[in-house]
């Protein structure tokens, strides 16, 4: 993969070095010669400070806090005023800039592209394309495309910035456009005049909460509830306790009781009293036993007084029981009645706290409206200019350097594009498979480009690539007649069949004869080397004519065609029957040149075999497919091609490295 990207680079670097010097040097030519641009900048801060709109509280929103934090939105809304028509309009009118001529600033090569620019709007307007700005708009659009806003991320701030052709026209503008802003955002977010709606609603809202509290104090009259909270807590609280104590009372057994279980109820005196008795005479009733036993008169005493005891405190729980029952009751009752009036309490509570709320709320709102009256025409407001605009001799275009970095980039990458392009898109043919698939016929022979450096080497240095025609001509039968054709100039056919002769005619038993099929222009045809089509052949002519071959042991004939109309058909059978005579095995036809069809027709009616010369980056493809398709069409049938100059365009070092 990685050669076949190398081959297509190295193969078009010419052009791709001249569309990557292009680019780069456009570039420089921008960046060197384009009119500086310098920015001037402020930041202006956003406060939720006070509320921008008058807020009107009602039931819904009595709860809501007198400011929110600032949104996103908010941020929005902003950003949307700065860029406003008003605003803009404003700066223009403060600093004349409908006067200002956008030509008057231009320099180095803004020049050029804004004459051009100028000279289209003109034709535009004249044809009725394009319809005359007028000067205060115009001037409005071109500020626009000057200023600059970003939101700061994470942060209340907006960025405001302004680009000119000098640091002192950025700095005026930039500032101009703050203090606009800051003046029409007062006019749009004034209150003045709500003062009085919410003055009235606050005043309605008193005379509710008056009434509502009056309300609450009668009702607690009536009742005789002073605190009905701490009231109802103390009620529910004695309720439990005397469930707590019922509950325990009905648990104890007279008959079966001891001084020990009086213990949870002996905060009465009369049981703590019974407790100690009960306790005083299980003591001494235990001890007599112990000293008597238990059918001592003494004993026996003791025992009926711990019954007596006993039979005090059954009474008394009874008693007991009956009062806290008596005191349930009575807890009940006011206890019932105090949750319907604490309901009623509560309710009043929270209306009188909603109404306060409220009441202080819209207070509030009326004395900002009011302040917000006085302050609509001062710089207080829920925005803060944290920086002004201040000049800056640096320029944010062009940046030199970024753009000849860019370029050697983006000059490299459309090269190489440019590049890949040409070789998709080229007709030529380039590799061996690119012949197989367009002409369906085998290449039996691929013979590199070699150095001219090699002189008479050349030949020999393409025997071996050679050797698959040879064996094709060395099968076909004797006299064996082979046409070398290019469908294109400089296809290299004489060089094909020179070698391909010189390599059979170094077998003993084989006698060749070379015809190039030429011109009858030239040096040579001056001077008679070639036989010419004009004249009759015949044999001794055709004899005389032919001459050794340099450099190889085979003979040579040059025939000459003539420079307008095409040699007749008789005279061409006259030329090959006379050649038979001459006892040639071998016969090698070279029409080094793209002839009229009739005439590589004529002469391949003779050709046992016929190979078509490809040329590396010289052969096109119509060309060749057509040369085919006519021989095809003549029936004659193609052998293979011959792909000749063939290059390796990496170079070898990579080559080898790869």
């Known amino acids: 993969m990685v050669k076949e990207l190398l081959v297509v680079f190295f193969r078009w670097k010419r052009d791709i070095a001249i569309v990557f010097g292009l680019i780069v040097l456009f570039s420089i030519i921008f960046a060197f010669s384009s009119q500086p641009i310098y920015e001037s900048s402020a930041n202006v801060l956003i406060l939720p400070g006070r509320d921008k709109k008058p807020f009107l509280p009602d039931q819904y929103t009595a709860n809501s806090p007198s400011y929110v934090q600032v949104s996103a939105e908010d941020i929005a809304d902003e950003i949307k005023i700065m860029t406003s028509y008003p605003v803009l309009k404003s700066v223009v009118e403060h600093l004349g800039l409908e006067k200002e001529s956008k030509a008057s600033k231009r320099k180095g090569i803004s020049v050029v592209t804004g004459g051009v620019n100028d000279a289209v709007t003109g034709v535009l307007e004249i044809f009725g394309l394009k319809t005359r700005i007028p000067a205060n708009e115009a001037a409005v659009n071109r500020l626009r495309n000057q ?89 529910q609280k004695k309720l439990l306790e005397a469930k707590s104590k019922l509950l325990l009372l009905k648990r104890l057994d007279p008959e079966q009781i001891k001084a020990s279980d009086l213990a949870n109820v002996s905060d009465d005196p009369t049981f703590a009293q019974l407790q100690t008795k009960l306790t005083e005479a299980d003591l001494n009733y235990i001890e007599l036993s112990t000293r008597y036993g238990k059918d001592e008169g003494k004993v026996v005493a003791a025992s009926n007084e711990i019954k007596e005891i006993k039979r005090f405190v059954g009474q008394r729980i009874y008693i007991s029981i009956e009062n806290w029952q008596q005191l349930m009751r009575k807890y009940q009752e006011r206890f019932s009645e105090l949750e319907q009036r604490k309901l009623v309490v509560d309710q009043l ?128 039968p004797v006299p064996c007649v082979a046409f070398f054709i290019a469908p294109s100039m400089e296809a290299g056919t004489s060089y094909i069949a020179t070698s391909v002769t010189a390599l059979v005619a170094s077998r003993a038993a084989n006698k060749v004869l070379r015809i190039d099929i030429c011109s009858d222009s030239g040096r040579l045809a001056k001077s008679g080397r070639k036989l010419s089509m004009n004249a009759k052949p015949t044999p001794e002519a055709i004899k005389e004519k032919i001459v050794p071959a340099f450099q190889t042991k085979s003979d040579m004939l040059e025939i000459a065609l003539p420079s307008t109309g095409l040699p007749e058909q008789k005279d061409i059978d006259a030329i090959f029957s006379i050649l038979k005579d001459f006892g040639y095995t071998h016969i090698f036809l070279d029409m080094s040149m793209h002839r009229a069809d009739p005439l590589y027709i004529s002469f391949a009616k003779y050709a046992s075999l016929i190979f078509p010369v490809v040329a590396y980056n010289k052969t096109k493809r119509f060309a060749l497919l057509r040369l085919i398709n006519n021989l095809t069409h003549h029936g004659h049938g193609v052998n293979g091609c011959v792909f000749n100059r063939r290059k390796n365009e990496i170079p070898e070092l990579i080559y080898q490295w790869l």
């Not at 910035?161 to 955002?185: F, G, L, S, W």
């Not at 006019?187 to 309605?204: H, L, P, Q, R």
């Not at 909460?209 to 807590?233: C, G, H, P, W």
């Not at 009441?359 to 006085?374: A, P, T």
């Open 147 to 235: 200023i600059f806003i970003n939101f700061v991320t994470r942060a209340n701030v907006i960025s405001v910035r302004c680009r000119d052709v000098t640091p002192q026209d950025a700095t005026i503008k930039v500032n101009a456009v703050v203090e606009a802003y800051i003046a029409h955002h007062l006019k749009v977010f004034s209150n003045s005049g709500a003062a009085t709606a919410i003055k009235y609603i606050g005043d309605e809202y008193n005379v509710k909460l008056k009434q509502m509290e009056d309300s609450l104090q009668t009702f607690k009259t009536r009742y005789n509830i002073v605190d009905a909270e701490s009231e109802y807590q103390d009620i």
């Open 349 to 476: 509570d929270r209306e009188i706290a909603n109404l306060k709320g409220v009441y202080e709320l819209s207070s509030q709102k009326s004395n900002e409206v009011l302040i917000n009256s006085v302050m609509d025409n001062a710089s207080v407001t829920s925005v803060r200019v944290i920086e002004n605009g201040h000049d800056s001799m640096v320029p944010v275009f062009p940046r030199k350097t970024r753009i000849i970095a860019l370029s050697l980039i983006f000059g490299f990458l459309a090269a190489a594009g440019y590049g890949f392009f040409r070789n998709a898109i080229s007709t030529h043919m380039f590799t061996v498979a690119d012949v197989e698939a367009l002409t369906r016929k085998p290449v039996v022979a691929s013979v590199p480009d070699f150095s001219p450096s090699m002189n008479g080497n050349l030949y020999s240095a393409s025997s071996r690539n050679l050797i698959p025609v040879v064996n094709l001509i060395d099968a076909a």
